[in-house]
């Protein structure tokens, strides 16, 4: 599983002291922002999917706008490793 591969990537003495960290929420609503695509490539009228999936859109936004002003090198390496897009700047 790819939740798996990535708890691997974190160290051990991390994943025990912060099970909630940033890294680990945004990797887990990236995982479910791409299954959700996907499923709505197949149902294009879901449209309560596609409200969980702009609400989850939001969260992982929040959290990474969170990260970036708190520490950039790990925004950075977070966002080359899920090949995340920088978002535009309004």
Do not use: A, C
């Amino acid at each position: 599983m790819i939740k798996n591969s990535f708890i691997s990537i974190i160290s051990q003495e991390e994943k025990e002291e912060n099970g909630g960290s940033v890294e680990f929420q945004v990797f887990s609503f990236t995982s479910k922002i791409r299954r959700l695509t996907s499923h709505l490539e197949l149902h294009k009228k879901d449209f309560l999917s596609r409200r969980g999936l702009r609400k989850i859109l939001g969260k992982r936004q929040r959290l990474l706008s969170y990260l970036s002003k708190k520490n950039t090198v790990r925004y950075k390496k977070l966002m080359g490793e899920l090949d995340i897009r920088e978002p535009k700047t309004r």
